[in-house]
């Protein structure tokens, strides 16, 4: 009986049961059955003895109570389970009319960015505050490559360990990069500089990187790098890419005196003008010849040419920068002693060295490429950089935040797969991202149309038909000048620095709308500041 008390206690239990099965428990049973069983002969012979007396037995309103009981609690049931329903129909109902609670958001891992690059430049601070896709931080790790050990794992990756010195203070630190930026060199003959070694293993461990490491390992041979601009010689032709012709010696037994002196003689790999020599005679090739010999390397011979000025030409992602630089201190070469650096306007022959040379190695985000122009009027490309190149100009910041948003945009893609730009911080100058050249409105062009031909012309003509007085040159605080009302009829009688004055104060008083002269006018104030340092 407690059984069944328990077992009819249970709602679930109840509510499974048949509809009406429970009503036939409370109905009255009968006296007797319809259908009884055959008494066996023993139950007939005590029914023929005499009536005993009567036992007391229980009333029959017992029976009664206990359906009455089990009847409530079948009643306290049912009405519980659906005191439940109601519950959940309104609790359903609350939720759907309530509205949705703003979801916390994940915390991402931060990616990690290994900046390669000496510590004058505190990239960190490029990179503060910006975010892959606006989810993930970005934690920059810089340090120089003789800074740098690491260890690589076909599963685990790569692991870098840190060795920098910060204040004084050394911090050792470990870590697993999920990008690149290599702003060295990997490569230099200079002893303890050879770090091919940490390339390789950053290509081991999968790294994705600017430039590709690929391109990185390819520019750690001169040489070769040359060879790969002479096939876009021989593609392009001479016309197009004026490649300077290049001698190749594998070591210093095969220099041989070159027909037509003087030549500039590169021994190994070197950066900055070191390691190059200018040779005026055979007499002196053969001296070269045998510090060849003591370095164990190979060297190359090209013709010298007597340059004009030299030529870069820059690429950062889509930005096209180009500058000439002037010797003052008249040395050969152009990054030693004084020399005098402007921007100068981007041509369409311009653009088409650095997008050649840009598909190099399966393609270079970053690159410049050097050339120099001859007082012969002629252009000679001489050499290619990759994204170690150093950023000269006015507008070193500008740069800087270009290659931050570019590695971020690189980012993007190799470890979320997203190819949309991400949101960038450059706060640049008004205007495009390159120096387009524009026609003069006081006249015609000075120069021809062709690009070909205004840059084989001077600088100062070229300049003055493509680009304006404030992108040509951008002159220093004016030296105070007792003559600097004087007119322009009385500049012959003065001193330089008085002519070089009085100059430019007729040039901000110019018509603003006579370009040509305003062009013709800054180029008579860059012959006389040459004139000026030059003496």
Known sequence: MNYLRRRLSDSSFVANLPNGYMMDFQRPSSSSSS????????????????????????????SGSFLSSFSSVVKTAQIASAVQAKAAAHGESAAAAAPAAPAK??????????????????????????????????????????????????????????????????????????????????????????????????????????????????????????????????????????????????????????PAFPVVVKMGHAHAGMGKIKVENPNDFQDITSVVALAKTYATAEPFVDSKYDIRIQKIGSNYKAYMRTSISGNWKANTGSAMLEQIAMTERYRLWVDSCAEMFGGLDICAVKAVHGKDGKDYIIEVMDSSMPLI??????????????????????????????????????????????RAQGGPRSASGSPSQSAHGSPQRARSATTSPSQAFQPGPIPASGSAGASQKQAPQLNKSQSLTNTFTETLRGNPTDDEAKAETIRSLRQSFASLFSD
């Not at 007939?44 to 017992?62: H, L, S």
């Not at 800087?400 to 993007?412: E, G």
Request: glycine share 6%; hydrophobic share 35%.
């Open 35 to 62: 259908t009884s069983s055959p008494a066996s002969p023993a139950t007939e012979r005590r029914q023929q003895q005499p009536a005993q007396p009567a036992q007391p037995q229980a009333p029959p309103a017992a």
């Open 105 to 258: 958001p994940a915390v991402r891992k931060p990616k990690v960015l290994l900046v390669i690059d000496d510590a004058h430049t505190d990239w960190a601070k490029y990179f503060r505050g910006r975010k892959l896709n606006g989810e993930y931080e970005i934690r920059v790790e810089q340090a120089e490559f003789s800074e740098i050990n690491l260890a690589a794992n076909v599963n685990i990756g790569c692991t870098v360990d840190t060795q920098v010195t910060r204040g004084g203070t050394k911090v050792v630190r470990s870590f697993k990069p999920d990008f690149v930026l290599i702003r060295q060199h990997a490569f230099s003959m200079t002893p303890g500089e050879d770090f091919r070694s940490l390339v390789i293993g950053l290509q081991y461990g999968g790294v994705a990187s600017i430039n590709s490491l690929h391109s990185i390992y390819n520019f750690c041979s001169k040489p070769w790098v040359f060879s790969h601009m002479i096939k876009l010689y021989h593609a392009l032709g001479p016309e197009k890419f004026p490649l300077n012709e290049q001698t190749f010696f594998p070591n210093h037994t095969q220099m041989l005196p070159t």
């Open 393 to 438: 100009g006015e507008h070193v910041e500008e740069d800087k935040q270009l290659i931050t948003d570019l590695v971020l945009n690189k980012m993007a893609f190799a470890l979320l797969g997203i190819t949309s730009p991400q949101p960038s911080s450059v706060k640049t100058q008004p205007g495009p991202q390159t120096a387009q050249p524009r």
